[in-house]
């Protein structure tokens, strides 16, 4: 029962994060490139929500759980500068960086964009490790599931615009700015949550 509760809120909150995402974006203006440039409290009130969802679902006692969140907090930080910078570039948005892109070498440049697809992955690894550290077993089924969800969360979106035929065009960048691809990479990511409360290990009172 707890699993199948844990999945079904998972995709709620999954959705409302895609929803808040894309009220933002029309409230600051859907056309443009303005979107990419100011801080979206989205990000945040995302976070929150899944972290609050899944400490309902991984048992440790108060001092673990405390220490779990603060690992947590650090480590989605650094992956949000990190994927925020290698977006710019994977993007190349705004006059700004026309002007980078002529100055810049091009095995640099596309360095620094295509790193996207190598930290992408880094976020259910890094959850992996931290979970690990903390002694919860996650399945490894669990976590190549989880990566791959997020690598193919672009071409489905880029699918499910198409189908809606919502605002702009379906590619990569729309994916994002729509909110189409954030449901598909929150429960990609809770996978491995509900992966570790199939180990009955991890369910151990005060684990």
């Known amino acids: 029962m707890n699993k199948k509760i844990a999945i079904v809120t998972l995709i709620l909150i999954s959705i409302l994060s895609g929803i808040i995402w894309r009220i933002e974006i029309e409230y600051h203006g859907w056309y443009g490139l303005t979107w990419i440039s100011y801080f979206h409290l989205t990000i945040p009130i995302g976070f929150l929500l899944f972290m609050f969802w899944a400490n309902f679902f991984i048992q440790l006692t108060t001092l673990k759980r405390a220490l779990l969140n603060i690992s947590a907090l650090v480590y989605g930080l650094l992956i949000?500068?990190?994927?925020?910078?290698?977006?710019?570039?994977?993007?190349?948005?705004?006059?700004?960086?026309?002007?980078?892109?002529?100055?810049?070498?091009?095995?640099?440049?596309?360095?620094?964009?295509?790193?996207?697809?190598?930290?992408?992955?880094?976020?259910?690894?890094?959850?992996?490790?931290?979970?690990?550290?903390?002694?919860?077993?996650?399945?490894?089924?669990?976590?190549?599931?989880?990566?791959?969800?997020?690598?193919?969360?672009?071409?489905?979106?880029?699918?499910?615009?198409?189908?809606?035929?919502?605002?702009?065009?379906?590619?990569?960048?729309?994916?994002?700015?729509?909110?189409?691809?954030?449901?598909?990479?929150?429960?990609?990511?809770?996978?491995?949550?509900?992966g570790q409360m199939n180990n009955t290990g991890n369910n151990k009172p005060g684990h």
Request: hydrophobic share 50%; with cysteine.
């Open 80 to 194: 949000y500068i990190s994927l925020r910078y290698s977006l710019v570039y994977l993007f190349g948005a705004g006059p700004k960086m026309t002007f980078e892109f002529l100055e810049t070498p091009r095995w640099i440049w596309h360095l620094k964009g295509f790193s996207t697809f190598i930290i992408i992955p880094m976020i259910p690894v890094g959850t992996f490790y931290i979970f690990k550290a903390f002694g919860k077993i996650v399945p490894l089924k669990s976590l190549l599931i989880s990566i791959i969800g997020l690598l193919i969360s672009s071409p489905l979106s880029m699918v499910f615009l198409e189908l809606i035929n919502d605002k702009g065009k379906p590619d990569a960048i729309h994916t994002i700015k729509s909110g189409v691809i954030i449901p598909i990479c929150m429960f990609s990511i809770g996978l491995l949550i509900i």
